[in-house]
């Protein structure tokens, strides 16, 4: 452990003035909630997975308050209850599972990274045999494998590396209805599908000669009616439940089976053509397909969509369908072909009305989200049925008084499944570590992609557009561009999931025109019902709209203006509808949304600085995003700190307990940026809950700090800045403003070959001495090197083909001590184009019980980090999406200056602005400078010594402000024009007493080269600049020779393979 500094004991209160938010928010809008926790999405689920005590705690809570909507089942419980009992063929035996528990995991998060191994802990799952003939119970507790778990940071780490399981967006369970018209005639044809969670697809249709027709598992389309029979109507019962719909008894009418029998070998004949139909066949078939829990499943989510839409009365647990369902689907199809609106359902036993409509099926109350729990808990069952099988089987095979449940069961599929789902599964992705928000994002994302979703190739335009019912349950705004936009999209900032998957997002509730603090949750269905404000309605002291008529949101997303007596709900929040990568975009509402989409994104790919700057013009959001994100390391108990070093954090906690926060130095990310985390706190600081004790990468005192505060002139300079390329002051590469550490790791294997085992050695063939000086005795490099392309990291020889000796050989060989071995050099070499310090060494042998590889003797790991300046070629971009390359860095004497002598750090073009319509950054650019100067909202009108008009609706605490005091104007809440104008006009004097920038927002510049000023006034001021991930270091290549095509023998392409 690094030596503890020495305290100068600041006061307690110095402390926590310090690391307090000091941001000054220029927000109207006071929100009744604060946003939810945004890792929530990862941690519920895999809480319910696991039946942990959190997700125990939060059930008992929600069926304390009534709601019995929560499931009280944990998901591996639900599994085993499920496959519970597995009986043999003649029903003799059965296996059944219960109370399965963890034990806790063999290795921490940190060591499972630092040695490749996967963070799990051990299964058991108690496991009861019954012998039905002599009634014999044998029980025992058996090991299921390994179970991957969660860090508390939402992420999985699987052989040594961090994954994140993206939550999918699929179709509900459920009944849909369609209308499509004919294309050759004039009428439209109905459809209506049952889409259960698992089984076979059942669907009805009116053709356009008025004929009711099913198909059974996609196959050909029967008679509705010959179906009803074979379910067990008869003909007059049939009559009289569709007494009202001739289609129905029409399509009665034209069919020819009479019985019940009859019916199922037509139908049989249908389904399985060729076969000798029978009736046991027929029925069992049928039997199979809807009715039977093990092959037919409609989940909870399921049947909670058929008795919503069809108004039956069933309960939740009803997996598979029943006759009365069948019945309801084709009576609401009929209802909807002969165009009447309500037909009557059921509720609790009450007569209700039901609403015959069709489905959309873009709709958020028909999309539903699969997250992680869910996820692996399909996969668990895969790999349970695969193992009921073999479970199956080895009861006919074995002797049954030998059998224990141990014998029977083969834990091999069950580990297989979940192996395959972390390693191989489309939805389980390598995390996006490049910095705290592009994690963060990465948990809360929403793919309609993987199995049981779409492909990108089938996915129409309706699919990837922006639906009404997303408001504030999917970002408009987050998508890629490319293939996947609008197939990969973002959680939205105060949404959460319900038990059933389904999206929701909250709202206050107005009563009589009054706008309460109450706050419900809606989905997307729940909402259609209602009239909504926007969280931006004008309200009076007292809570109720200002103004008699309000604009509100209604079904369909339609906006029109009611009176504010019929308004239902309200928004929470003016950020409630983005997410939040986009709720960090200051002045989003003056951006155009293609460019905010590409503002959202470039955040993501932001490097993190050797030096993090928080923003000067924010949102209020980056305090949250970076604590949610779990870079920062924040107290969980209150208490006083006793002791700090580089690596560790020591806190005596008020309870009297006291606890160690471990401190990250210099690691590398999945991305190759350097994660590193510095501590805050002095000795002596007194810490409460919620404290950030250490910031991590790209984080400033707690809050997120993806980039810099550079002093921008909007102006033409020579023809450098031409599309979109940018002039640099060289002021930002000597003092290190922009420049950043990455980190790449090397790693080499010595296995053991045919001809004998590979050696890590400093005894290398054919090598000079100054090639070796570096290396230690071992033959690997020793840390705090200087190394360069081609450079020899660990040496390393492996045997070549020894010929056979002679017996003289032999003789002189063993004289005169050994000539030079028969090996060739393999050693580990710094790759083309690399160079850099080494930090870290890991080594790892099998001598020493380190856990390898099979073949592999050893391992050795080199870090090597380097200091990347910025440079020519590099992209640096805005938050609003103007993004653009390093055309030229300038000596800082050449650079524009202001009439105080002080030089601009990046002159951007003028051009870029208007045709791409995001206006933000210009507005972004005069806040940053009057947050730099400082301002006071009474010097504009101090005549009068009243506050001026234009100030009349600051907080108090945002009429002044120091030089350089951050700010926050959150999304569509933030700073309106007429307030922007009079804080230019208010901002501090410089020493001279001049104000630089006008009212405008310009000031006069003067060129550095000869000193004169230029002929008009230049937009000058702070703006948030971010350096991207795309570096010119890692894109450049050059080569003289080097590998050959075998066919055409021309050189190959690409940096990759040295072409």
């Not at 949404?495 to 989905?523: H, S």
């Amino acid at each position: 452990m690094a030596a503890s500094r020495t305290p100068s004991a600041p006061t307690a209160d110095a402390i926590t003035q310090r690391t307090a938010s000091r941001r000054v928010s220029f927000a109207k809008i006071h929100e009744p909630l604060e946003a939810p926790d945004l890792l929530g999405l990862q941690l519920d689920s895999f809480d319910w997975l696991l039946g942990s005590e959190r997700w125990r705690a939060r059930v008992d809570a929600a069926v304390e308050t009534g709601n019995n909507d929560v499931t009280t089942t944990s998901g591996l419980e639900e599994i085993f209850t499920e496959i519970s009992p597995i009986e043999d063929f003649g029903a003799t035996m059965s296996l059944s599972f219960r109370d399965h528990r963890f034990e806790p995991p063999k290795y921490t998060a940190e060591e499972c990274k630092e040695k490749d191994f996967t963070y799990s802990a051990p299964l058991f799952v108690t496991a009861e045999f019954v012998n039905y003939t002599t009634g014999e119970i044998k029980s025992q507790t058996v090991f299921m494998g390994e179970f991957p778990l969660m860090t508390d940071r939402g992420t999985f780490i699987i052989n040594g590396t961090e994954r994140v399981v993206v939550s999918q967006l699929v179709r509900s369970p459920g009944v849909y209805f369609e209308r499509t018209p004919d294309k050759t005639s004039d009428k439209d044809i109905f459809t209506a599908k049952v889409i259960p969670s698992r089984g076979a697809w059942l669907e009805f249709e009116i053709d356009k000669r008025d004929a009711v027709g099913v198909r059974v598992d996609r196959k050909r389309k029967q008679s509705v009616t010959v179906f009803l029979k074979a379910l067990g109507m008869t003909e007059s019962e049939i009559r009289e439940e569709f007494a009202d719909y001739p289609t129905v008894l029409e399509t009665l009418e034209k069919d020819t089976v009479g019985t019940q029998d009859e019916a199922l070998l037509d139908i049989y004949r249908k389904i399985r053509p060729g076969e000798p139909p029978t009736v046991e066949a027929g029925s069992a078939l049928l039997d199979n397909f809807y009715f039977n829990s093990k092959r037919y499943d409609l989940a909870k989510v399921g049947r909670y969509k058929i008795d919503k839409k069809l108004g039956v009365d069933a309960e939740l647990d009803d997996s598979v369908l029943s006759l009365t369902d069948v019945v309801a689907t084709i009576k609401y199809l009929a209802a909807l072909h002969k165009g009447e609106s309500v037909i009557a359902g059921v509720r609790y036993g009450e007569p209700i009305d039901v609403h015959v409509e069709t489905d959309d099926i873009d709709h958020f109350g028909n999309r539903r989200i699969r997250a992680v729990g869910e996820l692996i808990q399909n996969q668990v069952r895969t790999g349970l049925s695969r193992m009921e099988r073999v479970v199956r089987e080895r009861m006919t095979t074995q002797d049954v008084e030998a059998i224990t449940p141990q014998t029977l069961i083969n834990i091999r599929p069950v580990v297989a499944s979940i192996k395959e789902f972390f390693g191989t599964s489309q939805l389980s992705q390598f995390m996006d570590q490049n910095n705290p928000l592009a994690g963060l994002t990465h948990k809360r994302r929403l793919s309609a992609l993987g199995p049981g979703g779409l492909s990108r190739d089938r996915a129409g335009m309706e699919v990837r557009d922006v639906h009404p019912s997303h408001y504030g349950r999917m970002c408009p705004i987050e998508t890629p561009e490319g293939p996947n936009i609008g197939l990969i999209g973002s959680l939205a900032t105060y949404a959460r999931i319900n038990p059933f998957g389904f999206v929701e997002t909250p709202y206050r509730k107005v009563v009589k025109g009054k706008a309460t603090d109450d706050v419900e949750y809606l989905t997307a269905d729940d909402e259609d019902r209602y009239v909504i404000a926007q969280a931006n309605a004008p309200l009076t002291e007292s809570g109720a709209f200002a103004e008699e008529t309000v604009l509100v949101r209604t079904r369909g997303g339609e906006a029109i203006d009611v009176p504010a007596e019929d308004v239902d709900y309200m928004d929470v929040s003016a950020r409630q509808m983005v997410s939040v990568a986009t709720a960090m975009i200051p002045f989003l509402e003056h951006d155009d949304a293609n460019r905010a989409l590409m503002g959202a994104n470039m955040q993501r790919q932001a490097v993190p600085l050797i030096r993090s700057e928080a923003p000067l013009v924010g949102t209020g959001m980056e305090r949250r995003a970076a604590v949610d994100a779990g870079d920062v390391i924040v107290a969980t108990k209150p208490g006083a700190v006793t002791e700090v070093s580089a690596d560790a954090v020591l806190v005596a906690n008020d309870d009297g307990t006291s606890s160690t926060y471990r401190v990250q130095k210099f690691q590398r990310s999945n991305h190759g940026t350097c994660y590193n985390q510095r501590v805050l706190v002095d000795e002596g600081a007194r810490v409460e809950v919620g404290s950030v004790l250490a910031d991590g990468p790209a984080t400033d005192e707690g809050e997120l700090a993806l980039g810099r505060n550079l002093l921008v002139a909007f102006m033409s300079w020579e023809g450098h800045n031409y599309e979109d390329a940018i002039i640099l002051s060289q002021r930002l590469v000597q003092d290190d403003v922009l420049s950043s550490i990455h980190v790449e790791e090397h790693e080499v294997d010595a296995r053991d070959t045919k001809l004998g085992p590979e050696e890590i050695t400093r005894d290398i063939p054919n090598v000079s001495d100054e090639v070796l000086a570096d290396l230690d005795e071992r033959g690997i490099i020793r840390i705090g090197a200087e190394v360069g392309a081609g450079d020899v990291l660990v040496g390393k020889v492996t045997p070549k083909g020894e010929t056979e000796l002679t017996p003289e050989e032999r003789l002189l060989r063993a004289i005169f001590g050994e000539k030079a071995r028969e090996v060739r050099d393999t050693s580990l070499k710094v790759p083309h184009g690399e160079a850099g310090t080494v930090i870290a060494v890991r080594e790892f042998n099998r001598d020493e019980g380190d856990e390898l590889p099979p073949g592999v003797n050893q391992l050795v790991r080199v870090y090597i980090a380097q200091r990347r300046k910025i440079t020519d070629g590099d992209k640096l971009a805005g938050r609003h999406g103007n993004k653009g390359v390093i055309s030229k860095i300038l000596p800082v004497e050449d650079m524009p200056f202001l009439e105080d002598g002080t030089p601009v750090d990046i002159i951007l073009n003028p051009l870029g602005v208007p045709g791409r319509m995001n206006v933000g950054q210009v507005l972004e650019t005069h806040l940053g400078w009057v947050a730099k100067q400082g301002w006071d909202a009474g010097i504009a009108d101090a005549k009068n010594g009243k506050l001026p008009a234009w100030a009349e609706n600051l907080r108090p605490e945002a009429l002044t402000g120091q030089a350089g005091t951050p700010v926050a104007t959150p999304v569509f809440d933030g700073l309106a024009e007429t307030e922007l104008r009079g804080l230019l006009e208010s901002t501090n004097p410089t020493r001279d007493g001049d104000q630089l920038v006008g009212v405008n927002g310009k000031a006069k510049l003067f060129d550095g080269r000869s000193g004169e000023p230029f002929p008009s006034e230049i937009a000058v001021g702070y703006m948030y600049i971010l350096k991207l991930h795309h570096l010119v270091d890692d894109k450049i290549h050059a080569r003289s020779t080097g590998p050959y095509s075998m066919i055409t023998q021309q050189p190959l392409g690409g940096k990759a393979q040295f072409g």
